[in-house]
């Protein structure tokens, strides 16, 4: 257990020596060591968490995020980072070049392909229907005809960049999100991605998943000293963690849209984003944050592949090396 997520209202946290105690309506319901403790999550209102155990953490670098009922992360609590400002000069000076266009480019790249791998690990399914199968590979084929337009683009000689990356990435997603719906793989009642509304179940489900995705690129970013609200693809504004939205693109299609997909048959029985379909979503998240998967000629955690593609990132601020997004086997 490395990541801890509050989802029930009321819940009370508290220190017991090096160990954290969860209760909720007087009944003891988690226990756990703090030396194996990396994150908090809270994503439901009236948790409350001791001074005790606020210190603890500080002390020990876990960081505690809070999440708004949207899902979105919107204060993180952590102790104190030693870190140098250098790495942060590098980060401001890098995405006022030329080349934070290539950048961006990248990290859209990295996720159509994903989107395309998503699509391609359903298709490969043994009782899928013939004619599922077929629109999910013609889907990932007009995908493929996305991406070979932004690698031919030459990116640093267009003035306005972002709105042609831009539109690029929404070509993708009506292929890739009306696809799904095609076939089968959201609920009945979604009608298309909505980032700001949980009408449906479906996108309540991926608002949710996206809230812990990005919890786990902002601990990344924290501890690689980066600043948070600082992007190249989404621009700065106020409250806005631009560099965790812009690497989490990567990541979103197999670490959070796939297991939507594979949960929507039991989403369709329900009315809501029920506690027990949130303790379902976040049980999925964690196993896959914890599973080992190919990187560079090694198998390992997919929490160690978002460090590093962080730290990855951090040196092409310095001038070191080139960043790839990272790519999943289907």
Not at 29 to 48: A, D, H, M
Not at 100 to 111: D, T, V
């Amino acid at each position: 257990m490395k990541h801890l997520t509050l989802s029930e209202q009321g819940s009370f946290c508290k220190l017991q020596g090096e160990r954290i105690l969860v209760f909720n309506k007087d009944q003891m319901v988690f226990e756990g060591t703090l030396n194996r403790l990396k994150t908090i999550s809270i994503v439901k209102q009236g948790v409350t968490l001791t001074s005790n155990l606020l210190v603890a953490c500080a002390m020990r670098g876990i960081q505690i995020f809070i999440l708004d009922y949207s899902g979105k992360a919107v204060c993180s609590l952590q102790g104190g980072l030693h870190r140098t400002a250098k790495v942060r000069e590098s980060q401001f000076k890098y995405i006022y070049t030329k080349e934070a266009s290539n950048m961006a480019a990248r990290f859209i790249l990295a996720k159509i392909k994903n989107q395309s791998a998503v699509l391609k690990y359903f298709a490969k399914a043994k009782n899928r229907p013939e004619n599922e199968k077929i629109i999910l590979h013609a889907a990932s084929q007009k995908m493929a005809g996305i991406v070979a337009n932004i690698t031919e683009t030459n990116w640093i000689k267009l003035q306005d960049w972002r709105f042609t990356l831009l539109g690029f990435e929404g070509s993708a997603a009506r292929i890739y999100w009306e696809t799904v719906k095609e076939v089968n793989l959201v609920c009945s009642d979604f009608e298309g991605r909505r980032p700001r509304v949980n009408k449906d179940i479906t996108n309540s489900m991926l608002n949710y998943a996206y809230s812990i995705l990005s919890s786990w690129v902002w601990q990344a970013i924290t501890n690689a000293g980066l600043e948070l609200y600082a992007g190249i693809l989404h621009t700065s504004k106020p409250g806005k963690p631009s560099l965790v939205l812009d690497l989490m693109e990567e990541f979103r299609p197999w670490c959070a849209d796939r297991i939507i997909f594979k949960l929507h048959a039991r989403a369709q029985k329900q009315n809501e984003l029920t506690p027990a379909l949130k303790k379902t979503l976040i049980g999925e998240m964690a196993n896959l944050y914890a599973k080992p998967l190919p990187y560079h000629k090694r198998r390992i955690s997919l929490e160690s592949i978002i460090q590093r593609q962080v730290y990855h990132l951090s040196a092409v601020f310095s001038g070191e090396g080139k960043y790839k997004g990272y790519l999943f086997k289907w």
